[in-house]
């Protein structure tokens, strides 16, 4: 994750050697990058009594080299838009079981792409011009441009006109994120990433999704949900490599049961357009037509333009800033955090990488990010969140015994809608400690449930003390306080029970 280059206690002999050289900078702190991280850590340092300057690119739902916005990825083209668009989807599945309900529905419910998408795209603005307002707010002053580093304290910011302005600072940090990929094989050009499929001019009526990751099986229950013919294709067996075989298992029946057309083990080879669709060409040899195809294949630290390599800062082989524990890289002014070191990408961690930094370098209290028990979800239809570790992981890192607690059942709601979609909550529990050391749902509301359930790892819970806790009836949720029995013990050194 990291690499150690200042032994515990020398980090704040660093930074007070720093303080004491007397060299007038124009800011104490400037900000490469506004997205979350960014603007967390602009902020607090601000608080922090420090003089703070940030930069980034015009705003636009769409990236590029030379457009992104404030708020960034998560904001502007990422977590809070495909939130929005997985709600939409939602209504599609809610208005089939309301019937049940008695709700009497004209069987010709219409919904409109465009209006969604106007919606999503004044939420974004105004958080744009709320993220503009929180650095105002903090006394950050923000430059509208593409930044690079010309030297330890040195940053050239190139503004909308094309000129070239540099600044002085005794701390620069990179927080420029990632941006997603596109395999090269035949026709890429003719996919979309995440970015466009946010901002979409129409309805994808046929989709195609390559991929298999967070990303790929969400956008694929958005398009379905909101009536579309989603083919999802993925190299795995499973969707979601890395996360729990139980869950993915599920996850990859709830998205079959919803209609998703599922090919594991097939990848793409070939796009080609014809008329006014696109023909794919699967590795099985297979042709699909598709109005869209998504390319959910991951994304790559955005560093490639910050002249990097001249400065001397280094670099691990995918490109991402090499940091040590706390988030400094090899040149000791100069800082990183977020998706661009490419440690736990995710919009909360760069929440606290932020934190950690502004506090180690501004607060007089150096801070560790603490990777241990990061909860997270995937927000396909229905949701799978966790936290902890998986049963694989846990096997895998044993010094005991491990217990498997697992409650599948079909949730209420759906004794009454008819719809056949079972959910899944699982506990492991390191038999010699009785800590619980990792839990996961798949089902409705398991971002929300899960996220209380990872205070619980966080304090260290034990198997005992969820038995002793009361639950909320009638709720899901009361699951994890109510199972009793052990589904499976795994011996000390047993393999995982499969490697899908």
């Given amino acids: 994750m990291g690499r150690k280059m200042l032994a515990d206690g020398e980090?704040?002999?660093?930074?007070?050697?720093?303080?004491?050289?007397?060299?007038?900078?124009?800011?104490?702190?400037?900000?490469?990058?506004?997205?979350?991280g960014g603007v967390r850590a602009a902020r607090f340092s601000?608080?922090?009594?420090?003089?703070?300057?940030?930069?980034e690119l015009p705003f636009h739902p769409i990236s590029s080299e030379e457009i992104g916005g404030v708020g960034g990825t998560c904001v502007i083209r990422g977590c809070v838009p495909k939130k929005i668009l997985v709600y939409g989807a939602t209504y599609g599945g809610e208005l089939e079981d309301a019937r049940n309900y008695g709700w009497e529905i004209n069987e010709n419910v219409d919904f409109t792409w465009k209006k969604l998408l106007q919606k999503k795209t004044d939420e974004i603005l105004r958080l744009n011009n709320i993220y503009k307002r929180l650095l105002s707010n903090a006394a950050v002053k923000l430059y509208e441009g593409e930044g690079r580093i010309v030297g330890p304290n040195e940053v050239e910011v190139r503004q909308i006109d094309g000129t070239k302005i540099s600044y002085t600072a005794k701390h620069i940090l990179i927080a420029t994120g990632s941006r997603a990929q596109k395999p090269n094989i035949p026709g890429y050009e003719l996919a979309i990433t995440s970015d466009e499929a946010l901002s979409l001019e129409e309805f994808p009526k046929r989709a195609v999704v390559?991929?298999?990751?967070?990303?790929?099986?969400?956008?694929?229950?958005?398009?379905?949900?909101?009536?579309?013919?989603?083919?999802?294709?993925?190299?795995?067996?499973?969707?979601?490599?890395?996360?729990?075989?139980?869950?993915?298992?599920?996850?990859?029946?709830?998205?079959?049961?919803?209609?998703?057309?599922?090919?594991?083990?097939?990848?793409?080879?070939?796009?080609?357009?014809?008329?006014?669709?696109?023909?794919?060409?699967?590795s099985h040899g297979e042709e699909f037509m598709a109005d869209v195809v998504l390319f959910a294949t991951g994304r790559n630290p955005n560093t490639k333009r910050l002249?990097?390599?001249?400065?001397?800062?280094?670099?691990?082989?995918?490109?991402?800033?090499?940091?040590?524990?706390?988030?400094?890289?090899?040149?000791?002014?100069?800082?990183?955090?977020?998706?661009?070191?490419?440690?736990?990408?995710?919009?909360?961690?760069?929440?606290?990488?932020?934190?950690?930094?502004?506090?180690?370098?501004?607060?007089?209290?150096?801070?560790?990010?603490?990777?241990?028990?990061?909860?997270?979800?995937?927000?396909?239809?229905?949701?799978?969140?966790?936290?902890?570790?998986?049963?694989e992981e846990a096997v895998e890192k044993a010094t005991g015994d491990i217990l498997v607690f697992t409650s599948?059942?079909?949730?209420?709601?759906?004794?009454?809608?008819?719809?056949?979609?079972?959910?899944?909550?699982?506990?492991?529990?390191?038999?010699?400690?009785?800590?619980?050391?990792?839990?996961?749902?798949?089902?409705?509301?398991?971002?929300?449930?899960?996220?209380?359930?990872?205070?619980?790892?966080?304090?260290?819970?034990?198997k005992a003390q969820f038995d002793s806790t009361v639950g909320i009836h009638p709720s899901s949720a009361e699951e994890f306080v109510t199972m009793r029995t052990v589904t499976r013990r795994i011996a000390y050194k047993a393999k995982p029970k499969t490697s899908l």
């Fill in 11 to 36: 980090i704040e002999k660093a930074v007070a050697a720093e303080e004491a050289t007397g060299t007038q900078y124009d800011f104490d702190l400037f900000v490469i990058g506004a997205g979350s």
């Fill in 46 to 55: 601000a608080n922090h009594g420090a003089k703070v300057g940030i930069c």
């Fill in 210 to 282: 390559l991929g298999g990751g967070y990303i790929a099986v969400e956008f694929a229950s958005i398009w379905r949900g909101m009536g579309g013919t989603v083919d999802l294709f993925f190299r795995k067996e499973l969707p979601l490599r890395g996360f729990d075989d139980e869950m993915r298992a599920l996850v990859a029946r709830n998205l079959e049961g919803r209609g998703v057309n599922l090919h594991p083990q097939t990848s793409l080879t070939q796009l080609t357009k014809t008329d006014e669709v696109i023909k794919v060409i699967s």
């Fill in 307 to 391: 002249n990097l390599e001249a400065v001397g800062v280094e670099l691990d082989q995918a490109g991402a800033v090499k940091v040590d524990e706390y988030s400094r890289t090899n040149i000791p002014s100069i800082w990183a955090v977020g998706d661009a070191t490419n440690r736990i990408n995710l919009t909360p961690v760069a929440l606290m990488e932020a934190t950690c930094f502004a506090n180690t370098v501004f607060g007089g209290k150096p801070t560790k990010a603490d990777y241990s028990n990061v909860a997270c979800a995937v927000f396909c239809i229905p949701p799978l969140a966790v936290v902890g570790l998986s049963e």
């Fill in 408 to 462: 599948g059942f079909n949730p209420m709601k759906n004794t009454i809608s008819g719809r056949q979609e079972r959910s899944l909550m699982k506990l492991i529990v390191d038999e010699q400690t009785d800590k619980v050391i990792g839990a996961s749902m798949c089902g409705p509301d398991a971002a929300e449930i899960m996220q209380g359930i990872a205070i619980a790892l966080k304090c260290g819970a034990t």
